[in-house]
Protein backbone atom coordinates (compact mmCIF):
# COMPACT_ATOMS: atom_id res chain seq x y z
CA UNK A 1 0.00 0.00 0.00
CA UNK A 2 2.54 2.42 0.66
CA UNK A 3 4.37 1.84 -3.00
CA UNK A 4 0.71 4.03 -3.95
CA UNK A 5 3.16 6.92 -2.26
CA UNK A 6 5.58 7.32 -4.82
CA UNK A 7 5.21 10.73 -6.99
CA UNK A 8 3.05 11.67 -4.29
CA UNK A 9 4.08 15.07 -2.25
CA UNK A 10 5.52 14.77 1.12
CA UNK A 11 3.40 16.25 3.29
CA UNK A 12 0.42 15.28 1.85
CA UNK A 13 1.49 11.80 2.33
CA UNK A 14 2.53 12.04 5.85
CA UNK A 15 -0.88 13.84 6.39
CA UNK A 16 -2.49 11.38 4.95
CA UNK A 17 -1.30 8.27 6.55
CA UNK A 18 -0.76 9.72 10.15
CA UNK A 19 3.20 9.49 9.89
CA UNK A 20 5.16 12.55 12.22
CA UNK A 21 6.43 15.04 10.60
CA UNK A 22 10.21 15.42 9.53
CA UNK A 23 11.88 18.39 11.39
CA UNK A 24 15.32 20.16 11.01
CA UNK A 25 16.40 17.74 13.78
CA UNK A 26 16.49 14.70 11.23
CA UNK A 27 19.58 15.89 10.03
CA UNK A 28 22.97 14.75 11.87
CA UNK A 29 25.92 16.70 11.92
CA UNK A 30 27.18 14.05 9.56
CA UNK A 31 24.36 14.93 7.05
CA UNK A 32 25.23 18.38 7.43
CA UNK A 33 28.88 18.55 6.60
CA UNK A 34 27.90 15.94 3.50
CA UNK A 35 25.71 19.08 1.99
CA UNK A 36 28.33 21.76 2.82
CA UNK A 37 30.75 19.68 1.12
CA UNK A 38 28.47 19.58 -1.88
CA UNK A 39 26.81 22.65 -1.79
CA UNK A 40 29.25 26.02 -0.86
CA UNK A 41 26.39 28.14 -0.76
CA UNK A 42 24.55 26.66 2.28
CA UNK A 43 24.89 28.73 5.77
CA UNK A 44 27.93 28.39 7.67
CA UNK A 45 25.82 27.16 10.95
CA UNK A 46 24.67 23.69 11.48
CA UNK A 47 21.36 24.85 12.77
CA UNK A 48 20.62 27.45 9.77
CA UNK A 49 21.47 24.39 7.50
CA UNK A 50 19.02 22.22 9.14
CA UNK A 51 15.92 24.65 9.49
CA UNK A 52 16.48 25.20 5.52
CA UNK A 53 16.87 21.95 4.26
CA UNK A 54 13.71 20.76 6.84
CA UNK A 55 11.81 24.06 4.74
CA UNK A 56 12.95 22.37 1.24
CA UNK A 57 11.96 18.97 2.33
CA UNK A 58 8.75 20.00 3.34
CA UNK A 59 8.26 20.64 -0.49
CA UNK A 60 9.53 17.27 -1.74
CA UNK A 61 8.35 14.42 -3.26
CA UNK A 62 8.00 10.69 -2.49
CA UNK A 63 10.26 8.73 -4.98
CA UNK A 64 10.20 5.15 -3.50
CA UNK A 65 9.02 3.66 -0.23
CA UNK A 66 10.19 -0.01 1.20
CA UNK A 67 9.09 -1.94 4.20
CA UNK A 68 12.38 -4.33 6.32
CA UNK A 69 11.41 -7.44 7.86
CA UNK A 70 11.56 -5.46 11.51
CA UNK A 71 8.46 -3.07 10.24
CA UNK A 72 10.95 -0.20 9.54
CA UNK A 73 10.12 1.60 6.55
CA UNK A 74 12.83 3.66 4.27
CA UNK A 75 11.30 6.66 2.46
CA UNK A 76 13.16 7.76 -0.34
CA UNK A 77 12.99 11.74 -0.70
CA UNK A 78 13.64 14.44 -3.16
CA UNK A 79 13.68 17.94 -2.78
CA UNK A 80 15.22 21.18 -4.31
CA UNK A 81 17.52 22.96 -2.36
CA UNK A 82 17.91 26.25 -4.04
CA UNK A 83 19.68 24.89 -7.44
CA UNK A 84 20.19 21.89 -6.23
CA UNK A 85 18.28 18.48 -6.71
CA UNK A 86 18.76 16.62 -3.36
CA UNK A 87 17.49 12.74 -2.49
CA UNK A 88 17.71 11.31 1.23
CA UNK A 89 16.66 7.79 2.41
CA UNK A 90 14.45 8.47 6.35
CA UNK A 91 13.66 5.13 8.10
CA UNK A 92 10.37 5.16 10.40
CA UNK A 93 10.27 3.25 13.35
CA UNK A 94 7.98 3.64 16.42
CA UNK A 95 6.86 6.96 15.68
CA UNK A 96 10.87 8.04 15.32
CA UNK A 97 12.53 9.45 11.82
CA UNK A 98 16.04 9.40 11.28
CA UNK A 99 18.53 9.68 8.01
CA UNK A 100 19.91 6.55 6.30
CA UNK A 101 22.59 6.33 3.83
CA UNK A 102 24.42 9.15 2.74
CA UNK A 103 22.52 12.34 0.89
CA UNK A 104 23.00 13.25 -2.50
CA UNK A 105 23.14 16.37 -4.31
CA UNK A 106 23.03 17.04 -8.22
CA UNK A 107 23.41 20.87 -9.40
CA UNK A 108 20.78 22.06 -11.57
CA UNK A 109 22.00 22.29 -15.27
CA UNK A 110 21.92 26.05 -16.39
CA UNK A 111 21.87 27.06 -12.86
CA UNK A 112 23.76 30.08 -11.78
CA UNK A 113 27.16 29.43 -9.58
CA UNK A 114 26.03 32.14 -7.23
CA UNK A 115 23.18 33.24 -5.88
CA UNK A 116 22.71 37.15 -4.04
CA UNK A 117 20.24 34.95 -1.65
CA UNK A 118 22.69 32.37 -0.90
CA UNK A 119 25.16 34.86 0.13
CA UNK A 120 22.23 36.89 1.96
CA UNK A 121 21.50 34.32 4.17
CA UNK A 122 25.35 33.82 5.44
CA UNK A 123 25.64 37.24 7.11
CA UNK A 124 24.32 38.53 10.35
CA UNK A 125 23.80 41.82 8.90
CA UNK A 126 22.30 41.55 5.71
CA UNK A 127 22.25 45.46 5.09
CA UNK A 128 25.63 44.86 3.01
CA UNK A 129 23.68 44.38 0.12
CA UNK A 130 20.79 47.06 0.40
CA UNK A 131 23.49 49.72 0.73
CA UNK A 132 25.04 48.27 -2.41
CA UNK A 133 21.93 48.29 -4.37
CA UNK A 134 21.24 52.02 -3.57
CA UNK A 135 24.50 52.89 -4.88
CA UNK A 136 24.32 50.76 -7.72
CA UNK A 137 21.39 52.80 -8.67
CA UNK A 138 23.12 55.95 -7.98
CA UNK A 139 25.59 55.24 -10.70
CA UNK A 140 23.52 54.17 -13.20
CA UNK A 141 20.95 56.95 -12.93
CA UNK A 142 23.95 59.67 -13.19
CA UNK A 143 25.03 57.79 -16.54
CA UNK A 144 21.96 57.89 -17.95
CA UNK A 145 21.54 62.04 -17.36
CA UNK A 146 25.06 62.32 -19.04
CA UNK A 147 24.04 60.68 -21.64
CA UNK A 148 20.52 62.15 -22.19
CA UNK A 149 22.60 65.29 -21.75
CA UNK A 150 25.23 65.38 -24.21
CA UNK A 151 22.84 64.15 -26.43
CA UNK A 152 20.37 67.35 -26.07
CA UNK A 153 23.20 70.26 -26.44
CA UNK A 154 26.35 68.67 -26.69
CA UNK A 155 27.62 70.01 -23.61
CA UNK A 156 29.02 67.75 -20.24
CA UNK A 157 25.69 66.79 -18.61
CA UNK A 158 26.56 67.43 -15.35
CA UNK A 159 29.38 70.25 -13.19
CA UNK A 160 30.63 69.22 -9.81
CA UNK A 161 29.08 72.16 -8.13
CA UNK A 162 25.94 71.13 -9.39
CA UNK A 163 24.26 70.88 -6.11
CA UNK A 164 21.53 68.48 -7.28
CA UNK A 165 23.70 66.03 -7.88
CA UNK A 166 24.72 62.95 -5.83
CA UNK A 167 27.76 61.42 -6.77
CA UNK A 168 28.71 57.74 -5.68
CA UNK A 169 31.20 58.70 -3.37
CA UNK A 170 28.88 60.87 -1.48
CA UNK A 171 25.98 58.11 -1.76
CA UNK A 172 28.33 55.62 -0.01
CA UNK A 173 28.81 57.89 2.79
CA UNK A 174 25.04 58.90 3.60
CA UNK A 175 24.91 54.43 3.54
CA UNK A 176 27.77 54.69 5.68
CA UNK A 177 26.37 57.46 8.25
CA UNK A 178 23.16 55.39 8.57
CA UNK A 179 25.11 53.11 10.21
CA UNK A 180 25.15 50.47 7.00
CA UNK A 181 28.25 48.73 5.80
CA UNK A 182 29.63 48.83 2.16
CA UNK A 183 32.05 46.96 1.01
CA UNK A 184 33.70 45.83 -2.25
CA UNK A 185 32.86 42.41 -3.83
CA UNK A 186 36.72 41.78 -3.16
CA UNK A 187 36.21 42.80 0.72
CA UNK A 188 32.73 40.66 0.64
CA UNK A 189 34.67 37.39 -0.71
CA UNK A 190 37.40 37.73 1.69
CA UNK A 191 35.04 37.86 4.62
CA UNK A 192 33.10 34.93 3.30
CA UNK A 193 35.87 32.83 2.98
CA UNK A 194 36.91 33.82 7.13
CA UNK A 195 33.58 32.78 7.86
CA UNK A 196 33.35 29.13 5.89
CA UNK A 197 37.59 28.81 7.13
CA UNK A 198 36.38 29.65 10.74
CA UNK A 199 33.25 27.44 10.50
CA UNK A 200 35.60 24.04 9.21
CA UNK A 201 37.77 24.77 11.70
CA UNK A 202 35.23 25.15 14.68
CA UNK A 203 33.27 21.79 13.08
CA UNK A 204 36.73 19.43 13.14
CA UNK A 205 37.14 20.60 16.63
CA UNK A 206 34.12 19.43 17.93
CA UNK A 207 34.51 16.39 15.61
CA UNK A 208 37.67 15.75 17.24
CA UNK A 209 36.89 15.88 20.81
CA UNK A 210 34.06 14.18 20.37
CA UNK A 211 36.07 11.42 19.15
CA UNK A 212 38.40 11.86 21.91
CA UNK A 213 35.93 11.77 24.23
CA UNK A 214 34.61 8.37 23.12
CA UNK A 215 37.66 6.37 22.73
CA UNK A 216 38.50 7.76 26.94
CA UNK A 217 34.77 6.52 27.63
CA UNK A 218 35.69 3.16 25.85
CA UNK A 219 39.02 3.26 28.07
CA UNK A 220 37.60 3.49 30.93
CA UNK A 221 34.69 0.86 30.15
CA UNK A 222 37.24 -1.65 29.54
CA UNK A 223 39.22 -0.77 33.12
CA UNK A 224 36.19 -1.65 34.63
CA UNK A 225 35.15 -4.94 33.03
CA UNK A 226 38.94 -6.31 33.63
CA UNK A 227 38.65 -4.83 37.31
CA UNK A 228 35.10 -6.47 37.51
CA UNK A 229 36.89 -10.10 36.67
CA UNK A 230 39.47 -10.04 38.62
CA UNK A 231 37.10 -8.98 41.44
CA UNK A 232 35.37 -12.15 40.29
CA UNK A 233 38.27 -14.56 40.08
CA UNK A 234 39.62 -13.61 43.69
CA UNK A 235 36.34 -14.43 45.23
CA UNK A 236 36.04 -17.82 42.95
CA UNK A 237 39.68 -18.56 44.54
CA UNK A 238 38.79 -17.58 47.77
CA UNK A 239 35.63 -19.96 47.46
CA UNK A 240 37.87 -22.72 46.42
CA UNK A 241 40.47 -22.52 48.89
CA UNK A 242 37.12 -22.47 51.38
CA UNK A 243 36.23 -26.19 49.87
CA UNK A 244 39.35 -27.52 50.24
CA UNK A 245 39.96 -26.53 53.67
CA UNK A 246 40.55 -30.06 55.79
CA UNK A 247 39.08 -29.95 59.49
CA UNK A 248 40.58 -32.89 61.77
CA UNK A 249 38.59 -33.63 65.35
CA UNK A 250 40.52 -35.69 67.38
CA UNK A 251 39.47 -37.16 70.58
CA UNK A 252 42.06 -37.40 73.23
CA UNK A 253 41.49 -40.07 76.10
CA UNK A 254 43.23 -41.08 79.11
CA UNK A 255 46.30 -43.06 78.64
CA UNK A 256 46.54 -42.27 75.44
CA UNK A 257 49.84 -41.79 74.03
CA UNK A 258 50.54 -38.28 72.24
CA UNK A 259 52.16 -39.86 69.54
CA UNK A 260 48.93 -40.78 68.29
CA UNK A 261 48.06 -37.67 67.62
CA UNK A 262 51.01 -36.58 65.81
CA UNK A 263 50.32 -39.65 64.08
CA UNK A 264 46.79 -38.59 62.92
CA UNK A 265 47.94 -34.95 62.28
CA UNK A 266 50.65 -36.38 59.99
CA UNK A 267 48.17 -38.64 58.22
CA UNK A 268 45.81 -35.87 57.16
CA UNK A 269 48.81 -33.73 56.13
CA UNK A 270 48.43 -31.23 59.07
CA UNK A 271 52.36 -31.80 59.77
CA UNK A 272 55.52 -33.03 57.42
CA UNK A 273 57.78 -34.29 59.77
CA UNK A 274 56.69 -36.59 62.93
CA UNK A 275 60.11 -37.22 64.50
CA UNK A 276 60.08 -33.31 64.28
CA UNK A 277 57.37 -32.37 65.65
CA UNK A 278 57.47 -34.85 68.77
CA UNK A 279 60.39 -32.92 69.44
CA UNK A 280 58.96 -29.63 69.91
CA UNK A 281 56.38 -31.09 71.92
CA UNK A 282 58.85 -32.09 74.20
CA UNK A 283 60.20 -28.78 74.06
CA UNK A 284 56.64 -26.75 75.12
CA UNK A 285 56.77 -29.76 77.59
CA UNK A 286 53.66 -31.25 76.27
CA UNK A 287 54.75 -34.51 75.39
CA UNK A 288 52.88 -35.71 78.79
CA UNK A 289 51.00 -33.14 79.35
CA UNK A 290 47.85 -32.42 76.87
CA UNK A 291 45.06 -32.56 78.68
CA UNK A 292 41.35 -34.65 77.77
CA UNK A 293 39.59 -33.27 75.60
CA UNK A 294 37.86 -32.68 72.04
CA UNK A 295 40.42 -30.69 69.73
CA UNK A 296 39.57 -29.03 66.20
CA UNK A 297 42.31 -28.76 63.92
CA UNK A 298 42.51 -26.87 60.46
CA UNK A 299 44.44 -27.73 57.55
CA UNK A 300 45.72 -23.70 57.16
CA UNK A 301 47.26 -23.42 60.25
CA UNK A 302 51.04 -23.74 61.14
CA UNK A 303 52.80 -26.20 63.69
CA UNK A 304 52.62 -23.12 66.12
CA UNK A 305 48.65 -22.70 66.01
CA UNK A 306 48.43 -26.58 66.73
CA UNK A 307 50.71 -26.37 69.38
CA UNK A 308 48.58 -23.25 71.23
CA UNK A 309 45.44 -24.96 70.55
CA UNK A 310 47.32 -27.88 72.65
CA UNK A 311 47.62 -25.50 75.14
CA UNK A 312 44.69 -24.29 75.29
CA UNK A 313 42.75 -26.87 77.67
Not at 107 to 126: E, N, V
Not at 186 to 205: G, M, S, V
Not at 211 to 227: L, Y
Request: net charge negative.
Amino acid sequence: MLKSLCGKPLRRALNEFGFPTLRETVFTEQDIHAFHRHMPELPASYTLTAKLLAHSLDGGKIVDVNTLRDGTTVWTVSFKCWHYVCQCDFAHRHGTWKTTGTPRMQRLQGALKWMPSAWYARFKHPFIFDAAAIALLVVVSFALGSVWARDAGGTPAVKAADPDVVLPEEAVKVVEDEGYLVMTPKERDHLIQQAQATAYAQAEQEMTAKVEETRKQADQNIAAKVEEKQTEEGEEEDRDNHQTEKVLVYSMREGMPIQDLVKALHKHDFIDDTQAFLKRLEQEDLETKVKIGDYEFTSDMSEDAIIQTLKSK
